[in-house]
């Protein structure tokens, strides 16, 4: 049962070679003898739900290729059962959800067996500056089934769960970089969408202009068969709207090779790696080539000016305490969350300074506006032409390296294994405009094809 896919279960099943309850089982103990501290809690009603779908099945009844399939989903995700939503936060310790997240209903409505939340770096990497990737006060620090490695962040458990088996598929959710990261660095295939392709409701927030939610996988396949369940509109999410009318293909359509096709990348993301990582990114380059695709190199002007997280600041404290207002907490605000860290300092190891930042913000002042006309601009000004100038079908980027590029954009992008270097893990991301979702897919499909890179760890 072990590096399953959605396909094989699939198979498998229709062959009665595979129950939903026995997959449950087999996670389950894998979970239960690991040190990687890569699950915050459990579905105790998890074997149940897993029965219930096999009856369904065995009475005619598959309401999708997800239908029975084992599920973990990020710590920040709400679900209405047993399990707490924490962000893996001492401060949220009891926040029983009273309603599924949107995206958690439709994987539910699929057939999809929920068994576990995953463990994070807390509050999705914004509490300090100071914390490691892969840590929350609740969960610890989550381990790299490949090595004594960086895990990633933020999504660290959803992507370590995978890679170690934990369960078939998983959530994670990104602000920038915190699915595309963890999944580099974990040897898995991660989609962070389109924002406004998944709806953000019941997500404990950081950014109304970033965040977003997606699949980590072992498989492109398996990527693409999560986000036609949890990709769609939803009323209560304004983001929603730009796909009230659009729908998915069923299938990802297979290309023979990159023939026409142009591919931008930038040697500017450079100074953040290491001699080995250049060169195997080089290596990726020509891999593209060697299957007739065109590779050229670009520069973002002033890039600079779109590394920065002010925006952010503003739009946590708002977020937070909207979240936060119709929970059955003690803490209602950002402000009492600091005041509950303070007086329980075992909950602040790495100090709160990202926590104390965003709480000095006001959303209504005029320099958040400012804030984010200027990142909506040098998209427009900059990413957006360097598409047109070009005719580029996609923007390669090495690993994670980028992605505030594309979070700003609120660009779809997609990671898959790239190879493996003395620092663990490597992953090629590939980008494209909003809502090229489908043509990222047959871009990446082709490339896993084409070079079955990813190895299980030992």
Not at 228 to 244: A, H, M, N, Q, R
Not at 282 to 290: A, M, Q, R, S, Y
Request: charged share 25%; net charge neutral; proline share 4%.
């Amino acid at each position: 049962m072990r590096n399953l896919t959605v396909k094989k279960f699939n198979e498998l099943y229709d062959e009665n070679k595979i129950t939903s309850e026995k997959l449950v089982e087999f996670y389950l103990e894998r979970i239960s003898n690991s040190d990687l501290n890569a699950v915050l809690e459990i579905n105790p009603d998890a074997l149940f739900i897993a029965r219930a779908m096999d009856y369904e099945r065995k009475n005619g009844i598959k309401r999708s290729n997800l239908h029975g399939v084992p599920v973990i989903i990020k710590g920040n995700i709400d679900t209405n059962d047993k399990m707490q939503t924490t962000a893996g936060a001492k401060a949220f310790k009891g926040n029983y959800a009273n309603k599924d997240a949107f995206l958690v209903k439709k994987l539910r409505e699929a057939g999809a067996v929920i068994i576990g939340k995953a463990n994070l770096t807390e509050f999705a990497n914004f509490v300090s500056f100071e914390m490691p990737n892969g840590y929350s006060r609740l969960g610890g620090q989550t381990k790299n089934p490949y090595g004594n490695y960086d895990t990633g962040g933020s999504s660290s458990g959803s992507a370590v769960a995978i890679a170690a088996d934990f369960a078939l598929v998983s959530i994670g959710t990104e602000t920038s970089g915190s699915i595309l990261s963890p999944s580099s660095s974990n040897s898995c295939v991660g989609l962070k969408p389109t924002v406004g392709t998944v709806s953000r409701c019941g997500i404990i927030p950081i950014s109304y202009t970033q965040d977003t939610a997606g699949p980590i996988t072992r498989t492109v396949e398996d990527a693409f068969e999560v986000f036609k369940v949890i990709f769609g509109y939803d009323l209560e999410d304004p983001s929603t709207l730009i796909v009230k009318y659009k729908s998915l293909p069923e299938k990802i359509k297979e290309i023979p090779d990159f023939s026409g096709m142009v591919f931008g990348y930038s040697e500017q993301l450079f100074e953040w790696l290491s001699e080995e990582q250049i060169l195997l990114f080089k290596d990726l380059l020509n891999k593209i080539e060697k299957l007739n695709g065109k590779v050229i190199k670009v520069e973002f002007e002033n890039l600079e000016k779109i590394n920065n997280i002010e925006v952010l600041f503003y739009e946590f404290k708002h977020g937070i305490n909207n979240y936060l207002k119709d929970k059955n907490l003690k803490v209602k605000t950002l402000t009492d969350i600091i005041k509950f860290n303070f007086r329980n300092k075992d909950a602040i190891p790495f100090g709160q300074s990202i926590l104390l930042k965003a709480d000095a913000t006001n959303i209504n002042d005029s320099r958040y506006v400012k804030s984010l006309l200027n990142d909506r601009n040098y998209v427009r000004e900059v990413v957006e032409k360097l598409f047109e100038k070009h005719q580029l079908t996609a923007l390669l980027f090495p690993a994670n390296y980028g992605a505030h590029i594309t979070a700003k954009a609120q660009y779809p992008a997609i990671t898959v294994p790239g190879g493996y270097t003395s620092t663990g893990p490597f992953g090629l991301t590939f980008s494209a405009r909003k809502l090229e979702e489908e043509k990222l897919f047959s871009l990446v499909f082709l490339f896993e094809k084409k070079y079955p890179i990813r190895k299980l760890p030992e």
